[in-house]
């Protein structure tokens, strides 16, 4: 693999008001759906070798309007299942469980459709992502969701699933990984596109 091409889903309505949005499958805004198009002119510069595109309708819009309509749907790259904290925001949660940290703290178990992971559970499927991504030749693009992109950056430069935290991603935004010397680098991080 020569580079791994990151495009986090544009704007949901869950995601515009800090709803916490893992496997409830909700659309794209407008906006949203003009974040995606803006990513077409710098995925028309590429030609990938694998595309892979997280499983729920925001994530398969995306691609399919930034210009990626040949691609595999890999349930490794479904978000972080939130569990009882399912389309809940932060303060919501916190009114609760004063200071909680997703990232430090975790989730609660919710229903038989959001059981719920630890960040450990996430780190494994970004490391399948990665493995599959790694075999393949040339140029790889992964569309997907801001907490597994983060936690995929995380494990390609070795870090542990936590330090995911450590990467602020928006929606609608690009991101680049690559090499250096042979070693694992983020090559561009959050970078955003005029819709």
Same mark, same amino acid.
């Given at each position: 693999?020569?580079?791994?091409?990151?495009?986090?889903?544009?704007?949901?309505?869950?995601?515009?008001?800090?709803?916490?949005?893992? =496997?409830?499958?909700?659309? #794209?805004?407008?906006? %949203?759906?003009?974040?995606?198009? /803006?990513?077409? @002119?710098?995925?028309?510069?590429?030609?990938?070798?694998?595309?892979?595109?997280?499983?729920?309708?925001?994530?398969?819009?995306?691609?399919?309007?930034?210009?990626?309509?040949?691609?595999?749907?890999?349930?490794?790259?479904?978000?972080?299942?939130?569990?009882?904290?399912?389309?809940?925001?932060?303060?919501?949660?916190?009114?609760? =469980?004063?200071?909680?940290? #997703?990232?430090?703290? %975790?989730?609660?178990?919710?229903? /038989?459709?959001? @059981?719920?992971?630890?960040?450990?559970q996430v780190g494994a499927r970004a490391d399948r992502v990665i493995a599959r991504a790694r075999a393949a030749e040339g140029r790889v693009a992964l569309v997907a969701h801001g907490?597994?992109?983060?936690?995929?950056?995380?494990?390609?430069?070795?870090?542990?699933?936590?330090?995911?935290?450590?990467?602020?991603?928006?929606?609608?935004?690009?991101?680049?990984?690559?090499?250096?010397?042979?070693?694992?680098?983020?090559?561009?991080?959050?970078?955003?596109?005029?819709?």
């Amino acid at each position: 693999m020569d580079e791994m091409l990151l495009l986090r889903h544009g704007e949901t309505e869950w995601s515009r008001t800090g709803r916490h949005t893992g =496997r409830t499958d909700v659309p #794209l805004t407008p906006h %949203g759906e003009e974040q995606a198009r /803006a990513l077409a @002119p710098l995925v028309k510069e590429c030609t990938f070798d694998l595309v892979l595109v997280s499983p729920p309708q925001r994530a398969r819009r995306t691609a399919e309007l930034a210009g990626l309509s040949a691609y595999e749907v890999e349930p490794d790259l479904w978000e972080w299942d939130y569990g009882g904290y399912e389309g809940i925001t932060t303060p919501a949660i916190r009114e609760d =469980r004063p200071g909680w940290y #997703l990232w430090r703290d %975790g989730v609660i178990p919710g229903d /038989a459709e959001h @059981p719920g992971e630890t960040v450990e559970q996430v780190g494994a499927r970004a490391d399948r992502v990665i493995a599959r991504a790694r075999a393949a030749e040339g140029r790889v693009a992964l569309v997907a969701h801001g907490h597994m992109l983060r936690v995929i950056a995380a494990r390609w430069l070795g870090l542990p699933p936590q330090d995911g935290r450590l990467f602020k991603l928006e929606t609608g935004t690009y991101s680049r990984l690559g090499f250096e010397h042979a070693e694992p680098v983020v090559v561009a991080w959050n970078a955003p596109v005029s819709p």
